[in-house]
Every structure is written in structure tokens, then in C-alpha cells.
């Protein structure tokens, strides 16, 4: 397993029992499973650079929202992002794979800057054409308010690999890491406030 990503799921396992949460966790790693070698393989066929920290987590748990494990069907927050917080779902393999034109579908107007209005961070290409984002996460409303995906077509400003926050409402594009590591890092460095006063009834 990837260093941080094992750093991460170690953290996160504290902080669920730290906020009293520890029979949630103990039921999620009795179910769990990881992803599949095939789906392995398709999403570096599809994402050659998809980070390993990534792939690690998938298979950990092959996604946390709707994902049917031993005949359950969970919705387990395991991510959150730079709002306060906020909780994310860890999107299924199959998903992201099923979603890989999803950002050129419903944001091609938006990356083209045809609208005005909504912010877009200057590091994230102008050229819906050249867009190549992975979509990885969901927000806690299925994806309605939030969704996080891996850039990997910056504009010349940005980095190969950063991370993208879409929140809508009003609508805005952020870039709020360098690096999936990175995004990582800072979940952990903000004390995974995630899955502070949620109910996991």
C-alpha cells in the first residue's frame, strides 16, 4: 500500500473512534473490499497517471457511496476537501470509470469560460477539448453540491495531478491541492473535521 494512503486510513480509523464513531468503523472493515485486478488494470488504460495513493484506497474499498458489500448497501463518508466540514464519498471504481466524460458533458461550457459569473482558478485549462479530469469523489448529497475530481490537462499555470473542487451554488472550480498526496495531507493536517457532528444512523 502507498505510504500516505496507508497514513490516511490509519488517521481516519482514529479520528471515527476518537468521534465515538468506533462501531461504524468496525462494521465498515468487516464488509469492505477492494477493487478488482480487471478494474485495476482499466483505469490505468484509461488514467495512465492515476496516482497510486489512489489505487490504494481502492483497494481498501473499492468506493464508499451506495457500494453493496455482503449483501449491504453502504454509504461510509471517507473523504471531505478544503470546506469546513463538509463529508465526501470515495466514488467506486466502476464509477469512475463510468464517468469518464462526465466534466466534458456538464462542464465544457463552464471550463470554455463562457459564462461569466462563475469562478474558475486560472489553473485549470480554458480548453473543455483537451479535458481529461478523473472524477473520484461525491460530496455527502451525492455529487449535488460538490464533486472532486484529478486534473490531468492544467493550464500553464497549474500542475499535472491537482486536485479540483466543483461546488455549486453559486458555482466555482477551485484547485485545492497539487497533488492527490497532497489533498491527502491536508484531510489528515485538518484533523479529518469531516466526519465531525455528522449522525452515521
Not at 489512489?54 to 457511496?65: M, P
Not at 495531478?161 to 455549486?168: A, D, K, T, Y
Request: glycine residues 6%.
Amino acid at each position: 500500500m502507498h505510504p500516505i494512503a496507508e497514513q490516511y486510513i490509519a488517521g481516519l480509523k482514529r479520528a471515527y473512534f476518537d468521534y465515538q464513531q468506533g462501531e461504524t468503523w468496525e462494521h465498515f472493515e468487516k464488509i469492505r473490499q477492494g477493487l478488482s485486478d480487471t478494474n485495476t488494470q482499466e483505469l490505468k488504460r484509461i488514467y495512465p497517471g492515476i496516482p497510486d495513493a489512489l489505487i490504494s484506497l481502492l483497494e481498501y474499498v473499492d468506493g464508499t457511496y451506495r457500494r453493496e458489500y455482503a449483501g449491504e448497501r453502504i454509504s461510509f463518508y471517507f473523504l471531505g476537501s478544503d470546506v469546513e466540514e463538509y463529508p465526501y464519498y470515495l466514488l467506486p471504481s466502476d464509477k469512475i470509470i463510468e464517468n469518464r466524460n462526465l466534466a466534458v458533458k456538464f462542464y465544457a461550457g463552464y471550463i470554455n469560460r463562457e459564462y461569466q459569473e462563475v469562478e474558475i482558478d486560472n489553473r485549470i485549462t480554458d480548453r473543455a477539448d483537451a479535458l481529461n479530469w478523473l472524477h473520484f469523489s461525491d460530496c455527502m448529497n451525492g455529487g449535488g453540491s460538490s464533486q472532486l475530481f484529478i486534473d490531468f490537462s492544467p493550464s500553464e499555470k497549474g500542475t499535472y495531478g491537482q486536485i479540483v473542487r466543483f461546488l455549486h451554488d453559486p458555482d466555482e472550480f477551485s484547485v485545492i491541492a497539487d497533488s492527490f498526496e497532497a489533498y491527502l495531507k491536508m484531510l489528515m493536517d485538518k484533523g479529518y473535521d469531516f466526519i465531525h457532528d455528522y449522525d452515521f444512523e
